[in-house]
């Protein structure tokens, strides 16, 4: 009988395409969903349903419930306060690593992890780490970098931009950073479900060792979208003034706001590139799309979606 595989974030941006990748290895599947409703994204899938999110334990107790593996795909990446994160990003992370103590936990995590002193993001993305680290049974970290595909809402704003003439970017000497399409992460995540490699701490991309540099961005979105675009970059005090409004919006009861102080710092460092090759080397890890082709692909989907 094949490995009964439970996740959560199965209905997010990468847990659908996780989905997908795990059911056709023919996985057996249980998927902790916040509400009873058609779910399109996974009407294709035969997998088991377990009601509740990743902040309850009777609801986690049920999913993990004599699961071969778990992986955890849930994640906050928006909050009123740094201590918002913690009960998702940290203290979830530690429920199912307690709950499951001899499934193969994979914890998909983030490369802001790498540097938790920027941002409470950051830094409940390294206590989730931190928690999975310690355990006794299997288990694997995978720090993803900038993620994009189809499906994806927070990039949209960028595709929409360079298709009216403008790429912006953070004004920072020498930024470089990793990229992932959505569908080689949850191919990744899938292989290491199926061939678990050592316990560790691992990043993921697609890839290009040397990285990107944002003008490799502007270039392959306007190649995509057959415009030249405008780059444009922004210094960081613009962007702490627009960050320190949403603060202001945030605190008389408007919206929770992406950007932040926390996230401010993290555009604003230079290095988010993959520094650790070793995972797609243990698990045979080749990435499908590279920026362009992904780029491609993503305004493709955006299109038939009538997004873009």
Known sequence: MSKLVAVTGATGFVGTHLVAALARRGFRLRLLVRRWSPLPSLSAVDAELV?????????LRRLVDGADAVVHAAGLIKARSPADFLP?????????????PDAHLVLLSSLAAREPQLSGYGASKRAGEAVVAVRSGPWAIVRAPAVYGP????????FRAVKSGL?????????????????????????????????????????????????????????AL???????????????AVAGWNAVRQSLGGPTQILTA???????HPDWSVHDRRLAAAIGHESRYDLPAGFRDTILWYRGQGWL
Do not use: C, Q
């Open 88 to 100: 998702v990003n940290r203290d979830s992370a530690a429920l199912l690593s307690a709950l499951a």
């Open 151 to 158: 499906g994806d809402r927070e990039t949209l704003a960028y």
């Open 167 to 223: 790429a912006a970017e953070p004004r920072v000497a020498g930024a470089r950073l990793s990229l992932i399409h959505v569908a080689d992460l949850a191919e990744a995540l899938a292989s290491v479900v199926e061939r678990p490699p050592e316990n560790g701490t691992y990043e993921i991309d697609d890839g290009n060792e040397a990285a990107y540099a944002y003008a490799d961005m502007a270039a392959a979105a306007g190649e």
């Open 226 to 240: 057959e415009r030249r675009p405008w780059r444009v970059r922004i210094p960081r005090r613009v962007m702490a």
């Open 262 to 268: 926390g996230k401010v710092a993290e555009i604003f």
């Open 51 to 59: 009601l509740g999110d990743v902040t309850s334990e009777t609801a």
